[in-house]
């Protein structure tokens, strides 16, 4: 078994200039990414380069995003991406968030995190939370 990589998955939508794409790339390069799977897609299009990233991927790999909704675009995608990660024994970072499933500290962050860590802003999380409470008090 080789040495663990980071694998950079950079993506952006079909409205955002393509030097968005290369800055993520040179980021992600900064802090260890090895490999780079890339895309440009429109808001619902698929994202085979996701995919081919998933599939590149060995036991404790580790890929490396931006921002979470790089890879999906709802919470409940990212905890699905995660689960199915984790099935792989690879792991997901979202940089500059608490965000790292390849650490142990990482998975507890993520196991008390609040929504608005995984992309959700705090006023929609909590928005979420008074829905949630308004409709099981009904």
């Known amino acids: ?5 980071i694998i950079g998955y950079c993506r952006i939508n079909t409205f955002e200039p393509a030097a968005r794409l290369e800055a993520q790339k040179l980021y992600l390069a900064r802090l260890g990414a090895e490999n780079f799977f890339c ?6 299009g698929s994202t085979p ?3 081919r990233a998933i599939a590149c991927a060995r036991k404790g790999d580790v890929i490396a995003v931006t921002k979470p909704y790089r890879v999906a675009r709802t919470t ?3 905890l699905a991406l ?3 990660l984790g099935t792989k024994d690879v792991g997901l970072r979202i940089v500059d968030t608490p965000i790292d499933t390849s650490t142990t500290t990482g998975r507890m962050v993520l196991a008390s995190a609040p929504l ?3 992309g959700m802003s705090p006023s929609r999380s909590m928005l ?3 829905l949630l409470f308004w409709r099981r008090r009904r």
Request: net charge negative.
């Open 1 to 5: 078994m080789g040495k663990a990589m």
């Open 39 to 44: 895309e440009k897609t429109s808001i619902f």
């Open 49 to 51: 380069e996701l995919e």
């Open 76 to 78: 409940r995608e990212v």
């Open 82 to 84: 995660i689960e199915r």
């Open 116 to 118: 608005w860590t995984l």
């Open 128 to 130: 979420s939370d008074l």
